[in-house]
């Protein structure tokens, strides 16, 4: 039961960030102050608020109040015309397409809930939050030089994405080291994963879903490391590292924009985290080969493809990780290995589309079936367990049907018309379940 106390807590926090919204718009008119400094001031302002939850708040009910006045001043400021003009200001200073205001008090009232109580797991994602994306940005405006595109189109800077790692370093390990009983080896590791991983979260956020991110992805980060020994925590940050720079030393090699690369590293990740290391061999393999194996020049110079490349390919496979408690391990395993495979051969159809189209489809077909199956399907053989022979080669006429299907469905590489790769991403999926039912 929420207490008088804990209301009158409620009242106080709402009233003062109110009264910092009506200073930063003072401030704005006396001295004419950068949009995005406004900005941030009222991000700190909401993230130092909410730190102050666990010491006041034993209830979700407060925490859900406040979260629901600062989403209705924020629509307020963001729909009625006269609300914008005198402060609106504060908050949309900045002329970019974004919800992260309204993700903010969202994120806050879901990492609350989530801790349960748990004071440092609630504080070290709030403070991240609020001090490493507000600082980073405002590095980045002023000194970035160093620039990278983001899934937006729009650019980031490295010198606001290393200031982010720094503060979220700082961030977990401090309180952990001084507010837990975990090691100091452990802390050290899980706050440079941790600084990692959220640095990595912010790069690929866009229209502001960093606010939701940072907390609620830095929560489940920091609940899986918290316990773990230095030797396992030592090979989560070497892995992490590992497909990091992997992708950023094919940078010159690749399709994908910068943002959809780093979206990839957290894909791996995310594979590696689940899976293991052989659900890392496929995707690699790929990513490495296709375009050694089928180069676009135009293509490795634009980067066009981005998070949507990215989901239809690796992202998609994904859902057979998901699906292997039930299909069973080796079945899951292939079923993922050959939408891979398939999506390795649709980039081969598509190859001969637009550099060769006068190649009839009886000589790109089977050409870029076999070509997928070699890359992917012969590795399987090493590490697929039992019966990958036999899956092996009943791969081929499974890769051959999806590349026919993939001809006759997608019209890829026509001039000025998108690809469409929810479509691939279908084909291929269709193309591992056939392969995984019909298996001897």
């Not at 940078?251 to 985290?273: C, E, K, N, Q």
């Not at 395993?333 to 009886?362: C, D, H, S």
């Amino acid at each position: 039961m929420t207490t008088t106390r804990e209301w009158l807590a409620t009242a106080t926090i709402a009233t003062s960030l109110l009264l910092v919204l009506i200073l930063l718009r003072a401030l704005a008119g006396r001295t004419g102050a950068h949009g995005e400094l406004l900005r941030k001031g009222m991000h700190i302002a909401l993230g130092a608020s909410a730190l102050a939850y666990p010491w006041f708040f034993r209830s979700m009910a407060p925490v859900l109040a406040i979260a629901a006045l600062t989403l209705g001043v924020l629509l307020l400021l963001r729909f009625a015309p006269w609300a914008r003009t005198n402060l609106g200001t504060v908050v949309h200073g900045v002329h970019r397409l974004s919800e992260g205001d309204l993700w903010f008090p969202v994120a806050i009232a879901m990492v609350f809930r989530l801790a349960r109580g748990n004071t440092v797991l609630y504080v070290i994602p709030v403070l991240t939050l609020a001090i490493a994306d507000a600082f980073a940005a405002l590095i980045g405006t002023r000194y970035g030089r160093l620039r990278y595109g983001t899934l937006e189109g729009g650019e980031k800077s490295a010198e606001g994405s290393v200031a982010f790692f720094l503060i979220a370093f700082f961030s977990a390990h401090v309180p952990l080291l001084l507010f837990t009983g975990v090691g100091r080896a452990e802390c050290l590791l899980i706050a440079l994963t941790f600084g990692f991983l959220v640095m990595l979260l912010e790069a690929v956020a866009w229209r502001g879903l960093d606010n939701l991110f940072i907390p609620v992805g830095g929560f489940f980060l920091l609940r899986g490391y918290i316990g773990m020994p230095a030797r396992a925590l030592s090979v989560v940050l070497a892995m992490t590292i590992a497909i990091f720079v992997v992708v950023v030393a094919l940078r010159r090699r690749r399709t994908l924009s910068d943002g959809a690369a780093l979206a990839a590293v957290l894909i791996g990740y995310l594979t590696w985290t689940l899976g293991g290391w052989r659900w890392l061999v496929p995707p690699l393999l790929f990513f490495i080969s296709y375009t050694a194996l089928w180069p676009r020049v135009e293509q490795v110079r634009a980067r066009p493809h981005r998070l949507s490349a990215v989901l239809a390919v690796p992202g998609s496979a994904l859902l057979w990780l998901a699906l292997a408690p039930r299909l069973g391990e080796d079945a899951a395993y292939y079923a993922y290995t050959l939408t891979l495979a398939a999506n390795l051969a649709f980039v081969g159809v598509t190859w001969f589309r637009v550099v060769r189209p006068a190649t009839a489809a009886r000589i790109s077909v089977p050409t870029s079936s076999v070509v997928g199956w070699l890359v992917l399907l012969l590795p399987y053989l090493l590490v697929g367990g039992a019966g990958a022979p036999g899956r092996t080669l009943f791969a081929l006429p499974v890769l051959l049907a999806g590349a026919a299907g993939y001809v006759l469905l997608v019209p890829c590489g026509a001039p000025g018309r998108a690809h469409d790769w929810a479509r691939q991403a279908t084909i291929g999926l269709a193309t591992a379940a056939l392969g995984a039912l019909l298996v001897p």
